[in-house]
Nanobody, 118 residues
Framework: QVQLVESGGGLVQAGGSLRLSCAASGSIFRIDDMGWQRQAPGKQRELVATITRGGSTNYADSVKGRFTISRDNAKNTVYLQMNSLKPEDTAVYYC????????????WGQGTQVTVSS
């Protein structure tokens, strides 16, 4: 059974920083893609950032230049460094992992709340 556990959310003032972590556990020998999505109240879930096993990254336009995604393959962990936070970044952030052990399944974390006050 694969589980993803997120940590690092919280309350921060505009302009501040937070670092999210997401660790995958279980019988895992390979994870292809990892990433983060977010969902603000009353809005659809949206992609924030993705990273491949080889380290190629992709970001939503709204976070480019402010957020950085990284991963540690040995620890099956993905990170999201969020700088220059804005109130519009307030959302529940979900991590995901796909292509685990060459399967087509996608696993999701439980979500962590990020609140940015103005």
């Amino acid at each position: 059974q694969v589980q993803l556990v997120e940590s690092g959310g919280g309350l921060v003032q505009a302009g501040g920083s937070l670092r999210l972590s997401c660790a995958a556990s279980g019988s895992i020998f390979r994870i292809d893609d990892m990433g983060w999505q977010r969902q603000a109240p009353g809005k659809q879930r949206e992609l924030v950032a993705t990273i491949t096993r080889g380290g190629s990254t992709n970001y939503a336009d709204s976070v480019k230049g402010r957020f950085t995604i990284s991963r540690d393959n040995a620890k099956n962990t993905v990170y999201l460094q969020m700088n220059s936070l804005k109130p519009e970044d307030t959302a529940v952030y979900y991590c995901y992992a796909g292509g685990i052990n060459y399967s087509g399944s996608i696993y999701w974390g439980q979500g962590t709340q990020v609140t940015v006050s103005s």
